[in-house]
C-alpha cells in the first residue's frame, strides 16, 4: 500500500508527511500525566465495561483538539471512527457550546469542518477504512489524531466468522494493527482507541455500574487481554475506565481514600463519575 502511494505521491504530499505534525502534549495535561504519553506514533487505550463513560471522554478530547486556539483548543483536525454505532452528533455540539462562550451556528460549524467521522459495521470495512486512510493524511497536514471507538467492536463476530483458525479468527484485526502501525509512524499521527472488558476478570463485580467491587481492587488487577499481540504490542500506554457513582466518590474521599480516584476523574450527566486510572503496558 505504501510503496504504490508513493509512486503517484505530489511534491505537495511529500512535504506534508514529512514537514511533521502539531505535537498534542497539550491535550487534556490532567488526564495524560505521564511524560510523552501523546508522543507522535503512539497509542492509548481506554479500556473498561460498557457505559463507563469512554464514548463521553472522547467527545471531551475531540472538542479540546478541533476548537480554535483562540478558544483554548488545539486547532487540530481528527480522524473519529466509530465502530459501535455510537457516536452522537448533539452531544458533541453540546460540548462544544459550553466550551465556546457566546457559541455562533458558524462557529461550531469551523470546528466541526476539522472533523472527519467514518462508520464501520464489520471488521473488513474497518480494514479497508485503514488501507484507505493514506491519501487523506498526505494531503491533511493538520490531521494529528486517529480515535477508534472501538477496537474491539467486532471480536465476537470475527471469532464466530473465522471458524475454529485462531489465526482466521484474528487475520482482519491483525492486518488493520499493521495498517496502523504505518500511518502512526510515517505520518506521525497519534491513535486513541477505546476497548470493551469483554472478559470476566477474577471478580465478576468488578465491572458493576455502582463501582462499589472498584473499591476494594484496582480495576488493572482485573484486565485479560484478549485482542491479538500484534495489537498489544502496539498499545503504549493503557487506560482503565471505571465508573463510580458520586456517593462513593464522597465516601473515599471523607475517609481519606481520595488518591484511588485515580489519574482523573470527571462528573459525566446521567453516568456518575468516570475515573481513568492509568497502569503498566506489559
Known amino acids: 500500500m505504501t510503496s504504490d502511494f508513493r509512486q503517484r505521491e505530489s511534491g505537495t504530499e511529500l512535504l506534508a508527511r514529512l514537514k511533521g505534525r502539531r505535537s498534542l502534549k497539550h491535550l487534556e495535561p490532567r488526564l495524560f500525566t505521564e511524560e510523552g504519553m501523546l508522543n507522535h506514533g503512539n497509542t492509548v487505550e481506554f479500556h473498561g465495561p460498557e457505559g463507563a463513560g469512554k464514548t463521553e471522554m472522547l467527545y471531551h478530547l475531540v472538542a479540546s483538539c ?3 486556539e483562540s478558544k483554548g483548543g488545539l486547532q487540530v483536525e481528527v480522524v473519529y471512527v466509530d465502530t459501535e454505532c455510537h ?7 453540546t460540548v462544544l457550546e459550553h466550551c465556546l462562550a457566546q457559541s455562533t451556528e458558524e462557529s ?3 470546528c466541526l469542518g476539522r472533523l472527519f467521522i467514518v462508520h464501520c459495521s464489520s471488521s473488513t470495512q474497518l480494514l479497508l477504512l485503514f488501507q484507505s486512510l493514506e491519501s487523506m493524511v498526505c494531503s491533511h497536514p493538520a490531521l494529528c489524531l486517529l480515535i477508534v471507538d472501538s477496537m474491539s467492536a467486532f471480536y465476537w463476530i470475527d471469532r464466530l466468522s473465522g ?3 485462531f489465526s482466521q479468527q ?5 492486518r488493520c494493527v499493521e495498517c496502523l502501525e504505518n500511518l502512526l509512524s510515517e505520518y506521525q499521527l497519534v491513535l486513541i482507541a477505546t476497548t470493551q472488558a469483554l472478559m470476566r476478570g477474577r471478580d465478576p463485580e468488578a465491572a458493576r455500574p455502582d463501582g462499589a467491587a472498584a473499591a476494594r481492587q484496582p480495576p488493572m488487577a482485573e484486565f485479560k487481554p484478549y485482542l491479538c499481540k500484534s495489537w498489544q504490542k502496539l498499545v503504549k500506554h493503557r487506560m482503565w475506565a471505571v ?3 458520586p456517593a462513593i466518590s464522597q465516601s473515599l474521599t471523607a475517609l481519606g481514600l481520595s488518591g484511588f480516584l485515580g489519574d482523573f476523574s470527571k462528573e459525566i450527566p446521567q453516568c456518575g463519575i468516570l475515573l481513568l486510572i492509568s497502569g ?3
Open 243 to 245: 465508573q463510580i457513582m
Open 66 to 68: 478541533i476548537l480554535p
Open 170 to 174: 484474528e487475520a482482519n484485526l491483525r
Open 280 to 282: 503498566p503496558v506489559d
Open 163 to 165: 471458524g475454529e483458525s
Open 87 to 93: 457516536f452522537d452528533m448533539l452531544r458533541l455540539v
Open 108 to 110: 461550531v460549524k469551523q
